[in-house]
């Protein structure tokens, strides 16, 4: 009874529906990590071979070719400038991965929607767990990378699932709404690649959010990215506390998206079976 009553409320629409088909999206994204792999030699191992060589060829690059520096008071900490540009290539791979595969998950999923029962709207849950499991082979890679540098391990990496969590509600209602009008706009899969590769440079990823000038610094901050990449930062390699004020905001507004696109998807989908 208690758990019909959860499942009515439309602003729990998004966690309640992703518990009721916890079991299959759990197969879901199993097959879907296992079938990336299938065929080849190195099977899982890719997983784990492709961020270490992104690591060392970032090593390479920024701090033998360009001796990139972050900030006189990070240097100081003895956290070398690939450490830190991982850490924002991690978070915004996942973003990228997710909202670029959004667009074509129902289009690549036909069958689901003509001859199948199925609950489709699980379809980016899906794509973003396969997209989780690749960033925690990321995160591994990362942490094995500052244990060698001798860099310094600080408790708030604990915090980091409470960073991440209304940046993965966000990603996930932008991935429903995607998935939803790539059905009827197929354009809108080159457009959102563009996008993202905008938003990569539009945040600070490759350098600091200090580093921009003033005047266009609220521009900077209105990108998605922008904030759980500068708390991702701050709780795995400077030791801080993340801004609980900004995890708050950030968290608000990533629920009305999230609850957003779960609605426009559910809204829009009888018409999915005309368009395929």
């Given amino acids: 009874m208690a758990d ?57 690059v920024f701090s033998v070719v360009f001796k990139a520096r972050w900030a006189a008071q990070n240097e100081v900490a003895g956290v070398s400038f690939a450490v830190v540009l991982f850490v924002g290539l991690i978070v915004q791979g996942l973003f990228a991965e997710c909202i670029g595969r959004a667009p074509g998950l129902i289009v690549s999923h036909a069958t689901f929607v003509k001859k199948v029962v199925f609950p489709i709207e699980i379809l980016p849950v899906v794509a973003m767990g396969s997209a989780l499991f690749h960033s925690f082979v990321s995160f591994i890679v990362l942490f094995l990378a500052m244990l060698l540098a001798g860099n310094p391990f600080h408790w708030t990496i604990l915090l980091m699932p409470v960073v991440l969590a209304p940046f993965l509600l966000l990603t996930l209602g932008l991935s429903w709404f995607l998935a939803a009008l790539g059905v009827f706009l197929r354009d809108i899969g080159q457009m959102i690649g563009l996008l993202v590769t905008a938003l990569l440079f539009l945040s600070p990823v490759f350098y600091p959010l200090s580093a921009i000038p003033e005047s266009y610094r609220a521009i900077v901050l209105l990108n998605p990215l922008t904030f759980p ?20 905001v950030y968290s608000a507004v990533s629920w009305i998206v999230a609850v957003g696109g779960f609605a426009w998807f559910q809204r829009i989908r009888k018409g999915f079976a005309d368009v395929l």
């Fill in 4 to 60: 019909r009553f959860w499942r009515r409320l439309p602003f729990l629409a998004p966690v309640t529906n992703a518990w009721t088909h916890r079991q299959l999206i759990r197969r879901f994204v199993r097959r879907e990590i296992v079938g990336r792999y299938r065929g080849s030699i190195g099977g899982l191992s890719w997983s784990l071979v492709q961020p270490m060589a992104m690591l060392v060829i970032y090593t390479f």
């Fill in 229 to 248: 990449v500068e708390q991702a930062r701050d709780v795995l390699i400077w030791g801080k506390m993340p801004s609980w004020s900004g995890l708050a």
